[in-house]
């Protein structure tokens, strides 16, 4: 017993002297990036990056401009921040970026899924089948009526709906679309009332696992933590389980092409569930905040929302006063358009990265050449770089419901920086190989969700003076962005006019 301590001692001073030396050995070479290990060994920037990733990187521009490598927990990030640069690494026409090795990576650890050759591209062309085009107009159906189920409850509006109710703004959000997502995507059985409260439950668990997701990314998660992870994976995978969901009705194509796929190569059921699981966190895990930013840019803005009221009532008609109007009423509304544009400005904060295969040269808007080294991990934040350029976008942090619209009413598309038109003006759904496969379902069924709470419901908040709440920065990165807390509201239905 006695001799373990020395032991131990001695493992810990070669592992920590092993990673110092690993840092040490690093050295910038010719023609690369400017190099920045940090000052601690192995884990470089990492504090600062998780504490605040917008201000790091702001820092980190500021230091070495455009472009720069830095040491997070052992790894190395090559940040480009120039988005007139962005082209040659979303199109990568050299093929020497890989979006999917450090993809399957992640998927297997948060979600347990052992990807298999083909997969990626398979869920992408299960996507342009059946979450667009035709295929999107039925999912927009089954949408539109399980919110409606969703807000009203199977009965139908209750007596008191009328009387006013308050909630949590990000709760009540959240909460709505996830319980709609899931049942129009998952399916549903004869018994509403227990497909709801089973949705209600599995919302409960989700929110569980959503709150340790960034920390379980970067493995900082605490011994009870780890249990708890592994006690919501299991539970996920059983209540998603292939086997248990035979007798669902109305489970969409998008699954159903996609499970009968693996089945086809073979994948085992209970890795079916897996991918499951994956599929859940990818379809619900953006479009409930992103509602709840939108709502409350909307509470915020009185103009913004006059707006949209009027809009609404100019294309939705008569068919307004009901839940069930015409889906494709979706297709006329510019200004909703816009104000889910804006809210996805300043809402959606993902980090696109791309493992360098081979050594391999990056060249600049500007000319200038940089040199990739193979393993290391390129990164873009599109959020500093694109959606909170003051160049790009005026007076970026403001919300202006109108930033996409034309005088004319139409959609704008040109937006500008140092004078060249620009490509990428936002990127809320990602770029090039990875981009979001679910955007056009995620705005119809976001949309569907703000008209349906604009026109039916009178909304406020408790205090009007109540400040935009900031961001939960542990959420930066991940897709859209989360409130540090909550914000009260209350709603009511309207009575028909
Ligand atoms: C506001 C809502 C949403 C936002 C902001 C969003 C954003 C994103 C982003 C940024 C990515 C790329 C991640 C990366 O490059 O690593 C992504 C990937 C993905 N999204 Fe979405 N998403 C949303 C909703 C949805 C919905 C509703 C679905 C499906 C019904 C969906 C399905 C997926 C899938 C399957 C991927 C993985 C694609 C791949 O591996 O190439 N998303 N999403």
Known sequence: ??????????????????????GLLRQRRPQEPPLDKGSVPWLGHAMAFRKNMPEFLKHMRAKHGDVFTV???GQYFTFVMDPLSFGPILKDVKRKLD????????????????????????????STKHLMGNGLEDLNKTMRDCLSLVILGPAGPSPDASSWREDGLFHFCYNILFKAGYLSLFGYTKDTEQDLLQAE??????????????????????????LEVGRLQRLFHKTLSVKENLEKDGVSNWIAYMLQFLREQGVAPAMQDKFNF???????????????????????????????????????????QSFDFDVSALQRTPVLDSVME????????????????DDHVLTMASGEEYRLRSGDIVALFPYLSVHMDPDIHPEPT??????????????????????KKIHHYTMPWGSGVSMCPGRFLALSEMKLFVLLMITHFDLELVDPDTPVPPVDPQRW???TTQPSHDVRFRYRLRSPE
């Open 342 to 357: 804006e809210t996805l400005r300043l809402g959606a904060a993902p980090t696109l990265l791309r493992v360098v295969h």
């Open 201 to 226: 439950e599995l919302f409960t668990q989700f929110r569980k696992f959503d709150r340790l997701f960034p920390r379980f990314v970067y493995s900082l998660l605490g011994p009870r933590e780890w």
């Open 477 to 479: 990165g991940f897709g």
């Open 1 to 22: 017993m006695v001799l373990w301590g020395p032991v131990l001692g001695a493992l810990l001073v070669v592992i920590v002297g092993y990673l110092c030396l690993l």
């Open 398 to 419: 403001a919300f202006k419901y109108d930033r996409f619209l034309n005088p004319d009413g139409s959609r704008k598309v040109d937006f500008y920086k140092a004078g």
């Open 99 to 126: 979006f999917v090795e450090y993809a399957e990576k992640l998927v297997l650890k948060v979600f347990g899924y052992q990807s298999i050759p083909g997969d990626h591209r398979m869920i992408h062309s299960a």
């Open 278 to 320: 994956m599929m859940l966190w990818a379809s619900q895990g953006n479009t409930g905040p992103t509602s709840f930013w939108a709502l409350l840019f909307l509470l915020k803005h009185p103009e913004a929302m006059q707006a949209l009221r009027e809009e609404a009532a100019r294309v939705l008609g008569e068919a307004g």
């Open 71 to 73: 040491q997070l927990g």
